[in-house]
């Protein structure tokens, strides 16, 4: 069912920004800085966005996973790489989870960690969970590698782009 909701952003303490940025490292998310004016939070229904200096940095879903925001990659965060060949960009950015034969190369991750998911020009496309070890992945392999959780102009990234405003949430 669709409806309308509203985005709520809420400033937060220091102390609370630093324990979401300390969950996010023990999730191997790295940051390009330790400081910052202005923490907010987010709500969504089933997440929300760690918004910080006005640049969403981070998701945290309700289960505590924890992935960057497509906004921070490469600006305020860092985290595991695949880099996907041109075929698999479209799919990709329309949602589609990560097949291990449209990998190109990759970082070194384990199942569970948080994974950029790039372009071969290196142009963040989607975040999203290892479904396995890096160590598993080969040019001949089959089966998903990323389960895909952020891509471009989904529910996570329309909300960051207005403050609230109404939206009608994705299915």
Partial sequence: MRGVSRLRRKQIRRKESIKLIESAKLQRISFKQDKFNLAEIAELENASILVLDNIPALIIFS???IIPHLQSLGRLTTCPVVVVD???VEHVVKGADVMM????KHSEFHKGDPVAIVS???IAIAVGIALQDSSNISKE???KVVKNLHRPNDVFFK???RREESFEEEE
């Fill in 63 to 65: 289960n505590g996973k």
């Fill in 86 to 88: 041109k075929g698999a």
């Fill in 141 to 143: 392999g089959k089966g």
């Fill in 101 to 104: 034969p449209g990998v190109v």
């Fill in 159 to 161: 909300e960051c782009l």
């Fill in 120 to 122: 071969e020009e290196y």
